[in-house]
């Protein structure tokens, strides 16, 4: 058991040192570039941001909130040293690293009709759907989920885009439309009980917080810290 804790030991003696290099800097203060996804950056970000100033107080971090397909451009131009995503990536030239799987549910108005009922995916393909804009990751996760059931949006007669989470949920709230979002942009709705979640048979989905950053660029210590950082708080808290 002894042996099994060398790695993790010399991990922390790393960490450690590296926060030492960085607080005895001379320098006034270091920056990272950090991209946040839409959903993780409307409904967490502050927390991770005020955790970290904590830790880390002569590290500024500059934090970009875009879609997923924007940020890993970001990344790709090294306009960003890493990003935090909730979506699928096809970019070969970033690494990724999962944490925790966020639940996916549909949310509909609380008098919606359709409430009560037993759906399949397929008895919605008359209803309204509010989608977020191409590049979110919401809008793909849910596309690789009708691409199990040989569905594509082509199907829906009624798909409509909405360019951010909160219209999305106000459009929902008030009217007949439903929508693809995940659970933890929407709890306070759910509690409150303004949304609904809408049952539907098999519609199981999560997806996995992802960090990417560049193949081909090394992280510095203070990235990595970051990294570490963004682990251990989602660990613990989401």
């Keep these: ?3 099994e804790l060398i790695p993790y030991l010399t991990s922390l003696v790393k960490l450690n040192q590296m926060a030492t290099d960085i607080f005895q800097t001379k320098e006034d203060h270091v920056q990272i570039h950090l991209g946040v996804c839409l959903t993780l950056g409307n409904y967490f970000i502050n927390e991770i941001i005020d955790s970290f100033y904590e830790a880390y107080p002569k590290i500024e971090l500059v934090v970009y909130v ?3 397909r924007k940020l ?3 990344l790709s131009k090294n306009e960003i040293d890493i990003a935090l995503s909730l979506g699928p990536t096809a970019q070969l030239n970033l690494n990724t690293k999962t ?8 949310i509909a108005a609380k008098d919606n009709p359709l409430l009560g009922q037993t759906l399949s995916i397929e008895d919605l393909t008359d209803k309204k759907i509010y989608l977020r804009e191409e590049g ?3 809008r793909d996760v849910f596309l690789l989920y009708l691409n199990k059931y040989s569905l594509s949006l082509e199907d829906f007669s009624m798909i409509k885009t909405a360019g951010s989470i909160e219209l999305v949920k106000q459009l929902v709230s008030k009217g007949n439309g ?4 995940y659970k933890l942009s929407v709890e306070k709705e759910l509690e409150n009980r303004t ?3 809408l049952p539907v048979e098999d519609f199981k989905i999560s997806y996995p917080m992802t960090i990417l950053t560049p193949k081909n ?3 510095s210590g203070t990235t990595q810290l970051l990294i570490n950082h963004l682990i251990t708080f989602i660990q613990k808290n989401l």
């Design 1 to 3: 058991k002894g042996n």
């Design 66 to 68: 875009e879609n997923t």
């Design 72 to 74: 890993e451009v970001m």
């Design 99 to 106: 944490l925790k799987e966020q639940e996916m549910v549909i």
């Design 136 to 138: 979110a990751g919401t």
């Design 178 to 181: 439903i929508a693809p979002i």
């Design 195 to 197: 949304l609904r979640i």
């Design 217 to 219: 660029v090394a992280l």
